[in-house]
């Protein structure tokens, strides 16, 4: 996708991060929305516009490479499943940087839509986009050490409900399947595994 496409691209998500303040609930689930990688450094043209998304959910129940729960209506939502868009779940309660996602920039939260960062973006201003979207990549990146070991209690976790009647009818519904969440424990944990050992 060209450049400009992304960048309008991701307006159009920040607009539907902005409509989940809408929706009735105790607390948000969505709280943040973070682009990384090529759309930030100027790639052009551009496979598809990294993000990561911050949930209202705890570390534990944030695997890496997984689907929590709740996060299926928010993939249709959003229309994170029409293509172009890689997306990946952190919790509030660890850094939203990691091994895969380097110095994220914040443009949207609960606070609303960052039209700085969005700004920048469209104008290519990059060097604007150090001191934008609070908090940057390189000033808290979670462990791999802690996040392989979450994603090994996931994983066993998984495995060890796997053929459970009421967990498999508990994680079945809007096009997801058992399948989909052992695949994604499997996945989630040797990613971690394989940037443990380099």
């Known amino acids: 996708m060209r450049y400009a496409r992304a960048v309008e691209r991701l307006r159009m998500l920040a ?15 969505l709280r943040e929305a973070h682009v990384f990688g090529p759309l930030t450094e100027g790639a052009d043209p551009l496979a598809e516009i990294e993000v990561a998304f911050v949930l209202n959910l705890p570390p534990e129940e944030v695997a890496w490479g997984t689907h929590p729960p709740g996060t ?3 993939v249709d939502f959003l229309r994170l499943d029409e293509g172009g868009i890689a997306y990946w779940w952190r919790s509030f309660g660890e850094p939203v940087a990691n091994h895969r996602i380097h110095r994220p920039v ?4 609960l606070e609303g839509i960052d039209e700085g960062v969005l700004a920048a973006l469209r104008e290519r201003r990059f ?21 392989l070991e979450a994603a090994l ?46």
């Open 72 to 74: 299926a209506w928010l």
């Open 106 to 109: 914040r443009f949207w939260s």
């Open 127 to 147: 060097e604007a986009l150090r001191g934008a979207g609070a908090p940057r990549g390189e000033e808290r990146v979670a462990g791999v050490a802690e996040e």
């Open 15 to 29: 607009g539907a991060c902005e409509q989940t303040r809408r929706l009735p609930a105790e607390e948000p689930f």
């Open 153 to 198: 209690e996931h994983l066993r976790a998984v495995q060890g409900a796997y053929w459970d009647r009421q967990w498999r009818r508990e994680h079945r519904g809007l096009r997801r399947y058992p399948e989909h969440h052992l695949w994604e424990a499997v996945r989630g944990y040797l990613e971690l595994l394989d940037a443990r050992d380099e």
